[in-house]
Structure formats: structure tokens, C-alpha cells
């Protein structure tokens, strides 16, 4: 499985945030490029590529807790993707940014859209050229062990239940999982889940 983090960047972990970025891509049903968007942002990936994790290379690391699941999708609401229905490229690893003047050249010409995307000083990324259709979405996670602990259980289920609700309004037969354990989440067991987890 591939993971794409709704709201990547955001290291407040807002949830308003991450629930209007994950609307968008379902009303639109396609996840874009920030080329596509119109937008800026900074990353290997460039301008026209999308960056994911893959879900079954998340224990290789850079360093301790440098990768794509470890930075990104277990942080934020994420998308699940099926891997046999996209197309990926598996990106050049290069040495993290922070350890070599070449790599940060490479970073920084990738975000100007000079160097396009096929970089990454994270083992476990993966990137897809143009854009992303909703028919290759498998699930959503949430990171309930990190959003218990920034606010508290009650915030975990209110996301759970808005995501639920979201889909059902879109018309998406989806379920919602947590990203550590990877169980589908109900409102009835999230609580246990996140003990567990502790």
C-alpha cells in the first residue's frame, strides 16, 4: 500500500486543515501536483510529480525516524492507495538534505521546477507523475496515538466521525484505519486503540 499525507506540511497537525485538503481531493477525485494547483512548496518530487510512502518499506530509514511514513503519513490524515493501480517511479536516494551540499542543491532546484522530481533522500518514497485518481483509493488512516496526544481522545473520534461523514456525502465506500496499527477504526473502538498503542 501507498500512503499520500492529505496535509504533509502542516506541523501543527490542524484538523480543520487536513479535513478541507482531504474534501478537495474527494469532490475533485484526484489527488494534483502542486503544478496542476498552481501552488509552491518545496520537495524533491518538483513540480509535476506526487511524493507517497510505501507502507511496506516504512522501517527503512535515512537515520532514526527519516522516511517518507515516519516525516509524513504518520502524522497527518492520509490517503491509502492500491500500488498495482498507479504508476510509480522510485526516485534517486540521495544523502538527506542535511548532510550534503549536494543534496540541498538538488532539493532546492527541484522546487524551483529546474530538476523534476526522480530525487529523494527518503528511502521510502515513491512518486507519480500528473495525478492521482480516486478509483485507486483503498482507505484513509489517522493518526490517533498523535492527535489523543496533541488534544485528546474526543478530537480523535470528532475526526473519525467527519471523515465518516465526508464519505458518505461524496458517496465513497471507504473505511478509516489507524495508521499505526492499521485496524479499522469504529467509534466505538478507537479508545481501546489507542491504549493498546501506548
Not at 484526484?30 to 510512502?53: C, D, V
Not at 530509514?61 to 515516519?70: G, I
Not at 538527506?96 to 551540499?101: I, K, R, T
Not at 533522500?121 to 507523475?129: A, G, H, I, N, S
Request: glycine fraction near 4%; avoid cysteine.
Amino acid at each position: 500500500m501507498y500512503l499520500y499525507s492529505v496535509n504533509a506540511r502542516d506541523e501543527d497537525h490542524n484538523i480543520e486543515t487536513s479535513l478541507e485538503h482531504l474534501r478537495k481531493i474527494l469532490e475533485s477525485g484526484y489527488i494534483l501536483t502542486r503544478e496542476t494547483l498552481g501552488m509552491s512548496g518545496w520537495g524533491f518530487n518538483g513540480k509535476s510529480y506526487i511524493s507517497l510512502a510505501d507502507y511496506d518499506k516504512r522501517n527503512e530509514m535515512a537515520y532514526e525516524y527519516y522516511n517518507s511514513y515516519y516525516l509524513y503519513a504518520n502524522n497527518s490524515v492520509s490517503i491509502m492507495i492500491d500500488p498495482k493501480k498507479v504508476d510509480t517511479k522510485v526516485p534517486k536516494l540521495v544523502e538527506p538534505v542535511e548532510f550534503s551540499l549536494l543534496s540541498h542543491i538538488r532539493f532546492i532546484l527541484a522546487a524551483w521546477g529546474i530538476l523534476d522530481g526522480l530525487y529523494s533522500d527518503l528511502p521510502d518514497e515513491v512518486q507519480v507523475k500528473g495525478r492521482i485518481k480516486s478509483d485507486t483509493f483503498t482507505g484513509i488512516t489517522i493518526p490517533t496515538l498523535m492527535i489523543a496526544h496533541n488534544y485528546d481522545i474526543n478530537k480523535v473520534k470528532e475526526l473519525y466521525i467527519r471523515i465518516k461523514m465526508l464519505l458518505e456525502k461524496l458517496k465513497y465506500n471507504l473505511e478509516v484505519y489507524d495508521i499505526s496499527s492499521l485496524e479499522k477504526l469504529e467509534e466505538d473502538n478507537i479508545e481501546d486503540i489507542i491504549k493498546r498503542s501506548l
